[in-house]
């Protein structure tokens, strides 16, 4: 086929977009902002890579929440199967962990990308770097027979690029530094697409801690708790921060919680911080003679209550109360923290927001620019982390790659 393609974003949605397209003979380009490719991929794994989700699929969409049924329609043509046979065709074979999560054997993203840019540049996808798009996109209306044309930023100055369609895969707006900036959304939003405002996801939170807890706690982990709020209610851990709360916990639960904070102006997450116990043998057990113990001492010995579980204690137990062994064993199972705020949206591991699934059509095109499609993270969806948001964004560059593939063949 005699068709060019711009791909604008060089993470897993771009990249999945340009390999499908390149498979079918279209000459593919991918322009990227930064020096190399995928520096927000590398960095998810830093730590391990965690590709996908092994639990049952009805149960992997519904992670999805709102936008469940928009993302299902990606993931039945890839499924978390399907992510972890194409890994395999790169060469990286893959496990499930203890927690059901999926990693490649060697725990890193850098294999499989390399192997996988390797493949795409083998089938001729060209990829040019430190080329930033500055917002201009156009119909190419010069009789050249290209339908868009382009304008990039780059160290050489600005560089009109034209072609068959573009496609857009760009990321959200966290981690900035990494490439992911978001100024994309006023862009589309000044050429009317109807873009949601990005907003921080898998994100920390802020908690006004005092003085002496945020000094003598900053970093430390809260292990084997409980966190309720409204319909959550999931056991694990998290950090604490001088500026308040961070971890796998919090971000599971961070969709809700924010919500929470934009409507209502704050948020109080609940916390069990004794799972194993119940109120009333955790009562019994405090009712102990103390004897010439300290109340520290006493609630170590008894229940076990040390350290930074003691310190969230004494934050948020109403002094009159402290000394209660009825109340005190209460809010050992049912401690209020409240939030004050999320944190800022670069600091969130990803953001929701973004176009909305009304400014597409059903191969992801959007309506007010025809032959421009997006991907990825630039569009109106969030998932916890889990492998829950790589594995989207690969399905999205997939549909994204055969929605402009159904555009070339009728123009």
């Given at each position: 086929m005699d068709k060019t393609v711009v791909i604008i974003g060089g993470g897993p949605a771009g990249l999945m977009a340009a390999e499908v397209l390149s498979q079918r003979g279209v000459k593919v380009d991918v322009y990227d902002s930064m020096s190399s490719l995928g520096r927000k991929f590398l960095l998810a794994g830093k730590s391990g890579l965690n590709l996908t989700h092994s639990e049952p699929f009805e149960k992997f969409?519904?992670?999805?929440g709102k936008r469940k049924e928009e993302v299902e329609k990606w993931l039945l043509d890839f499924t978390p199967d399907h992510l972890r046979e194409w890994a395999r065709g790169l060469g990286v074979e893959t496990f499930v962990g203890t927690s059901g999560r999926v990693f490649p054997m060697e725990m890193k993203a850098s294999p499989l990308l390399r192997k996988w840019l390797k493949r795409l540049d083998e089938a001729g996808v060209k990829f040019h770097l430190r080329h930033r798009w500055n917002g201009n996109l156009a119909a190419a209306e010069d009789g050249s027979g290209s339908r868009v044309k382009i304008d990039f930023e780059t160290p050489d100055g600005v560089k009109t690029v034209k072609a068959d369609a573009v496609a857009l895969a760009m990321g959200g707006g966290s981690w900035a530094r990494l490439g992911s900036d978001g100024a994309w959304t006023s862009w589309l939003s000044q050429a009317g697409v109807k873009v949601e405002a990005l907003k921080p996801s898998n994100c920390g939170f802020d908690v006004t801690w005092s003085?002496?807890?945020k000094e003598k706690f900053d970093g430390q982990p809260i292990k084997s708790v409980i966190l309720n709020f409204g319909s959550f209610h999931q056991q694990g851990e998290f950090i604490v921060t001088k500026e308040g709360v961070?971890?796998?916990l919090i971000y599971a639960a961070s969709a809700l919680m924010r919500d929470e904070i934009l409507s209502k102006g704050k948020a109080v997450m609940s916390l069990d911080l004794a799972p194993?116990?119940?109120?009333?043998?955790?009562?019994?057990k405090l009712s102990k003679p103390r004897g010439s113990r300290s109340m520290a001492s006493h609630l170590e010995k008894t229940v076990g209550m040390k350290g930074v579980k003691a310190g969230l204690l004494r934050e948020f137990v109403p002094k009159n109360e402290f000394e209660n062994m009825e109340r005190l064993a209460f809010y050992i199972k049912q401690l209020p923290v409240p939030l004050i705020a999320t944190r800022p949206l670069d600091e969130a591991i990803s953001s929701a927001g973004g176009v909305t699934f009304e400014s597409l059509d059903e191969n992801l095109m959007l309506k007010k620019l025809p032959g421009a499609f997006c991907a990825g993270e630039m569009?109106?969806?969030e998932a916890p982390t889990g492998g829950y948001l790589l594995t989207a964004c690969f399905a999205s560059g997939r549909v994204t790659?055969?929605?402009?593939?159904?555009?070339?063949?009728?123009i």
């Amino acid at each position: 086929m005699d068709k060019t393609v711009v791909i604008i974003g060089g993470g897993p949605a771009g990249l999945m977009a340009a390999e499908v397209l390149s498979q079918r003979g279209v000459k593919v380009d991918v322009y990227d902002s930064m020096s190399s490719l995928g520096r927000k991929f590398l960095l998810a794994g830093k730590s391990g890579l965690n590709l996908t989700h092994s639990e049952p699929f009805e149960k992997f969409v519904s992670r999805y929440g709102k936008r469940k049924e928009e993302v299902e329609k990606w993931l039945l043509d890839f499924t978390p199967d399907h992510l972890r046979e194409w890994a395999r065709g790169l060469g990286v074979e893959t496990f499930v962990g203890t927690s059901g999560r999926v990693f490649p054997m060697e725990m890193k993203a850098s294999p499989l990308l390399r192997k996988w840019l390797k493949r795409l540049d083998e089938a001729g996808v060209k990829f040019h770097l430190r080329h930033r798009w500055n917002g201009n996109l156009a119909a190419a209306e010069d009789g050249s027979g290209s339908r868009v044309k382009i304008d990039f930023e780059t160290p050489d100055g600005v560089k009109t690029v034209k072609a068959d369609a573009v496609a857009l895969a760009m990321g959200g707006g966290s981690w900035a530094r990494l490439g992911s900036d978001g100024a994309w959304t006023s862009w589309l939003s000044q050429a009317g697409v109807k873009v949601e405002a990005l907003k921080p996801s898998n994100c920390g939170f802020d908690v006004t801690w005092s003085t002496h807890f945020k000094e003598k706690f900053d970093g430390q982990p809260i292990k084997s708790v409980i966190l309720n709020f409204g319909s959550f209610h999931q056991q694990g851990e998290f950090i604490v921060t001088k500026e308040g709360v961070e971890g796998s916990l919090i971000y599971a639960a961070s969709a809700l919680m924010r919500d929470e904070i934009l409507s209502k102006g704050k948020a109080v997450m609940s916390l069990d911080l004794a799972p194993d116990k119940t109120e009333v043998q955790l009562f019994e057990k405090l009712s102990k003679p103390r004897g010439s113990r300290s109340m520290a001492s006493h609630l170590e010995k008894t229940v076990g209550m040390k350290g930074v579980k003691a310190g969230l204690l004494r934050e948020f137990v109403p002094k009159n109360e402290f000394e209660n062994m009825e109340r005190l064993a209460f809010y050992i199972k049912q401690l209020p923290v409240p939030l004050i705020a999320t944190r800022p949206l670069d600091e969130a591991i990803s953001s929701a927001g973004g176009v909305t699934f009304e400014s597409l059509d059903e191969n992801l095109m959007l309506k007010k620019l025809p032959g421009a499609f997006c991907a990825g993270e630039m569009l109106d969806w969030e998932a916890p982390t889990g492998g829950y948001l790589l594995t989207a964004c690969f399905a999205s560059g997939r549909v994204t790659g055969y929605g402009v593939m159904k555009w070339l063949e009728n123009i």
